[in-house]
């Protein structure tokens, strides 16, 4: 009788520390084998305020383009026109603009532009044609410098990633933070995104494939991902260090089965 109360008590502690199933680990579980799944994404960041810009103008004719490629401490060409700029230099070879308050960014010759809201494409082809008065055939760069999203909670590495590309997955930002911890909860992550001073707040399951059609599966600049903790993990981390509390529970399922054999 000692010894069926001992393998009941093993198997219910068994049970109780590997809580963890492959329903809470697996990412993607309802995908079947060769199954191709085609994103109905088409996310393309938008300029923001506060974002940091970067505006190159080339041409055959380098000296007409000279003038809207000012450097900070660059000397400006003699007036034909009121001309002021705002642009400084961080990587060396491109111009870059802060945009302001108001959405907008100060261009040399050309003046106030509202790029808030427009993608790079657009901001490209607006340059290009107010330059057309200017240039012949301009050739505009324009780049976002200053994309970065964040990661906090149950990852290996938590932090803030800057992205040279202007485009990353959830998954690939997980993938840089070095993947959820065992106590992450992989069906409820948060991705709260900014738009205008407003926060919103979307949930995805990482455990489905439904997360490919998630209007948030492309992240945005300032994007925060947050990694829930599971149930286990806040309790753990409720006055006691983790490893302890484990190693207390451990003894004391230890202790009372050692008690229930020597009756």
């Known amino acids: 009788m000692n010894l069926y109360k001992f393998l009941l008590l093993l198997v219910i502690s068994i049970f109780i520390f590997s809580c963890k199933t492959p329903t809470d680990v697996v990412y993607f579980q309802n995908s079947k084998d060769l199954e191709k799944i085609k994103s109905t994404n088409s996310f393309t960041p938008v300029f923001k305020v506060d974002d940091v810009v970067s505006i190159l103008v080339s041409a055959t004719d380098m000296d007409a383009a000279r003038p809207f490629n000012l450097m900070q401490g660059a000397s400006l060409p003699p007036p034909s026109g009121e001309i002021t700029a705002t642009a400084s230099v961080t990587s060396g070879t491109e111009p870059t603009y802060l945009i302001d308050e108001e959405g907008t960014i100060d261009f040399p010759v050309i003046g106030k532009l509202k790029i808030a809201g427009l993608t790079r494409v657009q901001v490209k082809d607006m340059l290009k044609e107010r330059l057309r008065i200017y240039i012949k055939d301009p050739i505009v760069n324009v780049r976002l410098k200053n994309f970065k999203i964040t990661v906090i909670g149950e990852v290996d590495r938590p932090g803030s990633f800057t992205i040279p590309n202007e485009r990353v997955t959830i998954i690939e930002a997980i993938g840089l933070a070095g993947d959820l911890t065992i106590m992450g909860k992989r069906g409820n992550v948060m991705v709260i995104r900014e738009n205008d001073g407003v926060n919103t707040y979307h949930k995805v399951d990482l455990t489905s494939k439904s ?18 903790p599971n149930k286990t993990q806040v309790k753990n981390s409720k006055g006691r260090d983790n490893t302890v509390g484990v190693v207390l529970s451990v003894i004391s399922v230890g202790l009372a089965a050692l008690a229930l054999f020597l009756r």
């Open 211 to 228: 997360i490919f059609d998630s209007p948030v599966y492309y992240l945005a600049q300032n994007d925060v991902l947050y990694i829930e």
